[in-house]
């Protein structure tokens, strides 16, 4: 079964950084777009950073010229760079992939949240 398991969250002061990591494993055909959300408490979940397989990005508005999405292919995982950290990105992350486990099945897979807390 394809997992998605996340590392690298924490908590950390305003202005700081952290890199959020998540590795895809299992039967896995092919990864295509992969992404980072966020919910913060009493909020809907909001998309952060998404990126193709050929590393096309996009972000949310409130963190451009911050956070940073990569990925590296060869081992189905993807990161977030956080910089310069504000309170108001205090939330739990998901990642998010779409990975097909054979050339007829392509689904969303989701990692279990890692908690971000950034403190003023």
């Known amino acids: 079964q394809v997992r998605l398991v996340e590392s690298g969250g924490g908590l950390v002061q305003a202005g700081g950084s952290l890199r959020l990591s998540c590795a895809a494993s299992g039967p896995i055909f092919t990864t295509d777009d992969m992404g980072w959300y966020r919910q913060a408490p009493g909020k809907q979940r909001e998309l952060v950073a998404t990126?193709?397989?050929?590393?096309?990005?996009n972000y949310a508005d409130s963190v451009k010229g911050r956070f940073t999405i990569s990925r590296d292919n060869t081992k189905n995982t993807e990161y977030l760079q956080m910089n310069s950290l504000k309170p108001d990105d205090t939330a739990v992350y998901y990642c998010n992939a779409k990975i097909a486990s054979n050339p007829f099945a392509r689904r969303d897979y989701w990692g279990q949240g890692t908690q971000v807390t950034v403190s003023s």
């Open positions: 990126i193709t397989r050929g590393g096309k990005t």
